[in-house]
């Protein structure tokens, strides 16, 4: 699969100061993989079609940090409700989930295209998916707790992040991710945006590492390492690729960089 680019839009300053520190060394090798905007969803259309003016249409699929019933009524999703035209979109978007119950960590992909209401025209800027990954049940309430922030805040957003890149559909030149549970879900931003930058890490070193080491360091990352499930190929493989196997050992989330298990040079070109 050709890599899409990934475009990180937060109006939230701290997040996009945050992503900039995890991925920075990273990025700056291929600047054209991972765009960071500072700013409203709004002004980074208006962006990128300036940027898109006189050369060939690009095609952008975006995450909605959604909840489990699909109404787009707050945090990233109200900037999407807005631009896609309110309520008549609203109920046409539900219905593309079916109005159904869409679990945390499951993902839905929405055509735009299918859309036949003209008035809508949701595909007018070259958007051409919603990728609807319920960060929630319903915004009743954070879902971060402080006495568990390995399974509240790392897991949750590395699992979107992570759930999101995996499944984004074929043809589309850039996916749009907005911070993840870093609004109504109340995950501290640290937390969030180390694990987002970990998943996107792992997609930008794709084809450099083999799917069962990037197994081993997830399990690592997300604190549930298990000695059976890491193979003595992957450990040398580790080693060969200049994953530390002391720092990987003793990993954790929520203090340790992730530099410190994923060598900056594991990059695709
Ligand atoms: P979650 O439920 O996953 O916390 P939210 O939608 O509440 O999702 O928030 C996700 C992120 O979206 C937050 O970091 C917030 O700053 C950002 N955000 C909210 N509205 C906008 C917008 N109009 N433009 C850009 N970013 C936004
Ligand atoms: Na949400
Ligand atoms: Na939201």
């Given at each position: 699969?050709?890599?899409?680019?990934?475009?990180?839009?937060?109006?939230?300053?701290?997040?996009?100061?945050?992503?900039?520190?995890?991925?920075q060394?990273?990025?700056?090798?291929?600047?054209?993989?991972?765009?960071?905007?500072?700013?409203?969803?709004?002004?980074?259309?208006?962006?990128?079609?300036?940027?898109?003016?006189?050369?060939?249409?690009?095609?952008?699929?975006?995450?909605?940090?959604?909840?489990?019933?699909?109404y787009?009524?707050?945090?990233?999703?109200?900037?999407?409700y807005?631009?896609?035209?309110?309520?008549?979109?609203?109920?046409?978007?539900?219905?593309?989930?079916?109005?159904?119950?869409?679990?945390v960590?499951?993902?839905?992909?929405?055509?735009?295209?299918?859309?036949e209401?003209?008035?809508?025209?949701?595909?007018?800027?070259g958007?051409?998916?919603?990728?609807?990954?319920?960060?929630?049940?319903?915004?009743?309430?954070?879902?971060?707790?402080?006495?568990?922030?390995?399974?509240?805040?790392?897991?949750?957003?590395?699992?979107?992040?992570?759930?999101?890149?995996?499944?984004?559909?074929?043809?589309?030149?850039?996916?749009?991710?907005?911070?993840?549970?870093?609004?109504?879900?109340?995950?501290?931003?640290?937390?969030?945006?180390?694990?987002?930058?970990?998943?996107?890490?792992?997609?930008?070193?794709?084809?450099?590492?083999?799917?069962?080491?990037?197994?081993?360091?997830?399990?690592?990352?997300?604190?549930?390492?298990?000695?059976?499930?890491?193979?003595?190929?992957?450990?040398?493989?580790?080693?060969?690729?200049?994953?530390?196997?002391?720092?990987?050992?003793?990993?954790?989330?929520?203090?340790?960089?992730?530099?410190?298990?994923?060598?900056?040079?594991?990059?695709?070109?």
């Amino acid at each position: 699969m050709k890599p899409f680019r990934i475009i990180l839009c937060d109006m939230n300053k701290t997040v996009t100061e945050l992503w900039t520190d995890f991925i920075q060394k990273t990025a700056t090798k291929n600047p054209n993989l991972v765009y960071i905007y500072s700013g409203s969803f709004d002004s980074l259309i208006q962006k990128l079609k300036q940027d898109n003016v006189n050369k060939t249409k690009r095609l952008y699929s975006v995450v909605s940090p959604g909840n489990s019933f699909g109404y787009l009524g707050g945090g990233f999703d109200l900037a999407l409700y807005n631009y896609f035209g309110g309520a008549p979109f609203e109920k046409w978007f539900r219905k593309q989930l079916n109005n159904e119950y869409k679990p945390v960590g499951s993902i839905t992909i929405v055509d735009l295209n299918k859309c036949e209401n003209k008035s809508l025209n949701p595909t007018r800027d070259g958007m051409n998916y919603i990728v609807h990954c319920p960060t929630m049940i319903t915004p009743n309430g954070p879902i971060f707790n402080p006495s568990e922030p390995m399974k509240t805040g790392v897991e949750p957003v590395f699992d979107a992040t992570w759930n999101s890149l995996r499944y984004a559909p074929e043809n589309t030149d850039a996916m749009i991710i907005s911070g993840l549970c870093t609004g109504y879900a109340a995950v501290p931003e640290s937390l969030s945006c180390k694990s987002m930058i970990f998943a996107i890490r792992l997609y930008l070193c794709d084809g450099l590492l083999s799917s069962e080491c990037k197994n081993v360091l997830i399990m690592h990352f997300l604190g549930s390492p298990y000695k059976a499930y890491f193979p003595k190929e992957c450990e040398k493989e580790c080693e060969r690729v200049g994953i530390d196997m002391e720092k990987l050992r003793t990993f954790n989330a929520l203090t340790d960089s992730i530099d410190s298990i994923l060598p900056p040079h594991l990059i695709i070109e």
